[in-house]
């Protein structure tokens, strides 16, 4: 999925326990949330931009993200109201990050994938490793929740929405996809900062 619109929020510590809950409860979804394995990135380390984001995952190839229009959409349900930023992901089996430093962000990620087939959404079912137990859709939105690691040490969690597929359908999925987030119940959040990686990161790293 080269091309996505997203939208996230991050919490130095911990967000709360009822985002948390309702994320996980049984009750309120279709499917029980994929993912939950702690997974070690490591991002280039640059601390004088953040429109871009350069990593590995484990031993697989570089992977390149960047901000194509930072306010490509407008998300109106409560509470996930904000700009959407419209991101494009390249790989590259050519680029390395030795010998540069880098950062060691480790994520233990809980990920639901939603599609909208006909005008109908539907939640797709995803083993521990976020892999879908049918055919990956060409088009979607993934809902995540995210404990972060950097270095080591703890810092904080995200909660982001990401729609992806061709760009005529972005926008739809997306609005589709919170207006469903917002039947679900979800608790109001404070002290929540919206963000991207990137930008997240650098405020990480900067001295």
């Given amino acids: ?56 995952r484990g031993d697989s190839t570089v992977e390149v993200k960047g901000l194509v229009i930072p306010d490509w959409h407008t998300l109106d349900v409560s509470p996930f109201r904000g700009p959407v930023e419209l991101w494009h992901k390249w ?11 880098t950062v060691a962000v480790q994520k233990q990620r809980w990920l639901r994938l939603f599609t909208v087939e006909q005008a109908a959404l539907r939640e797709i079912a995803l083993d521990e490793n976020e892999s879908p137990y049918e055919a990956m859709p060409s088009a979607g939105c993934t809902v995540e929740l995210t404990q972060l690691w950097v270095d080591g040490h703890t810092a904080g969690w995200t909660l982001g929405l990401e729609a992806f597929g061709d760009r005529h359908v972005l926008a739809a999925h997306l609005n589709a996809v919170a207006a469903y987030l917002g039947t679900r119940c979800p608790p109001r959040w404070s002290e929540a900062t919206r963000n991207h990686y990137p930008g997240w990161l650098k405020q990480q790293v900067e001295p």
């Fill in 91 to 101: 790989h590259s089996e050519a680029l390395t990050l030795t010998p540069h430093p």
């Fill in 1 to 56: 999925m080269p091309l996505s619109a997203e939208v996230r929020w991050f919490w130095p510590a911990l967000p709360g326990t009822d985002l948390i809950d309702w994320f996980h409860r049984s009750d309120l979804w279709d499917q029980p949330p994929g993912g939950g394995i702690r997974k070690m990135h490591h991002y280039l380390r640059d601390a004088s931009q953040s429109d871009l984001g350069i990593k590995t």
